[in-house]
């Protein structure tokens, strides 16, 4: 297994380098497939090496670690609430970090020294929130966490957050309402390296989280009732994998806008792959992930005249496939 596990990833990572050669090449800016190595050995014009080091390769990496986050965040909430239609965007989690970044972009003054880092945060605390609120209402103290309530009473929260936004749309001025737009559409605007440098810490420790805890996860995948047979501690397990669900979520949501289905496609994708078991299902999900948002994201810039958020593009792909998920229970 652990041969077909090497190999599943190496075929993945051939497959999001291939994604990114098309992304490099492609785009509004003119930058020619021929002269992309060149250009990335500094034999490049000034025009070229802006084109790609500025433009073409922070949107990539950037659009890659928040599919990964999203993907991440998808496999540990499927395997803490153990329903396969668990995803950051349907629990509210992205709702939840939207009207926290929302709040502070209306509200509060921005520093440009610190907003990049701050946002997260902000993200983060929107988002916790939201889902302590979400644990509270649905959580019973006989049965426990049951799967179907928590989900459903995330649909509520989300659709609740999202009628939020619209009126503080209504209030703000028209500058800050385009940014709120832009970011309810999915369409992904932290493309800097500065947002590199801001994510990634909160990346890293996500999945080291989720790594080291996975075994943990295959067992609160079994019920309650079977985790505190084997003496795991589960409530104090779902609640640190619930934090860490929220945390590399709610900064991906952070820079790339409201993008659902990433957390709900990626890791079913893994499963049927790999296997249920969360070791292998975590990192071949984060692959998944960041290739699908970043395919998105390369065709919703090139397919029509007018670019297409990447948001629109996965909703476009992941809506069918949570119908389909729901008919198939």
């Not at 990572?13 to 992309?36: N, W």
């Not at 949107?59 to 950051?88: C, E, F, K, W």
């Not at 500065?194 to 079994?222: C, D, E, Q």
């Not at 390369?298 to 005249?305: E, F, K, S």
Request: no cysteine; proline share 5%.
């Amino acid at each position: 297994m652990r041969k077909r596990m090497t190999s599943v990833l190496g075929w993945l990572a051939l497959l999001i380098l291939a994604t990114t050669a098309a992304a490099l090449g492609t785009g509004e800016a003119p930058l020619s497939y021929d002269r992309i190595i060149p250009t990335l050995l500094g034999d490049g014009s000034m025009q070229e090496k802006f084109i790609l080091f500025s433009l073409r390769l922070p949107r990539i990496v950037i659009t890659l670690l928040a599919g990964m986050a999203l993907a991440l965040s998808g496999a540990i909430l499927q395997g803490i609430t153990r329903n396969d239609l668990a995803d950051p965007g349907l629990l509210g989690i992205n709702a939840g970090a939207g009207a926290g970044v929302a709040l502070f972009f209306l509200f509060f003054p921005i520093e440009a020294g610190t907003f990049l880092y701050t946002l997260p945060l902000v993200a983060f605390a929107g988002a916790l929130l939201t889902v302590a609120a979400i644990y509270a209402v649905s959580y019973n103290k006989t049965t426990g966490l049951q799967p179907v309530p928590f989900i459903l009473t995330g649909v509520g929260f989300s659709m609740a957050l999202s009628g939020l936004m619209i009126v503080l749309i209504s209030a703000a001025d028209r500058t800050k309402v385009d940014f709120i737009a832009r970011w309810l559409s999915g369409n992904i605007w932290g493309d800097d390296w500065p947002f590199i440098s801001a994510m990634l810490p909160w990346l890293a420790a996500g999945t080291l989280v989720a790594l080291y805890r996975a075994k943990h996860l295959n067992i609160l995948h079994l019920g309650d009732p079977v985790s505190i047979g084997v003496g795991a501690h589960v409530r104090r397990e779902r609640l640190v994998l619930m934090a860490a669900a929220v945390a590399v979520a709610s900064t991906a949501v952070s820079v790339t806008g409201g993008i659902s289905f990433i957390g709900l496609m990626a890791p079913h994708i893994a499963k049927l792959i790999v296997g249920p078991r969360h070791e292998r299902v975590i990192p071949a999900s984060m692959l998944i992930g960041g290739w699908l948002l970043l395919a998105a994201d390369t065709i919703g810039r090139n397919v029509l005249a007018e670019p297409l958020p990447a948001g629109v593009i996965v909703s476009l792909i992941g809506a069918p496939y949570f119908i389909y998920l729901l008919l198939k229970r």
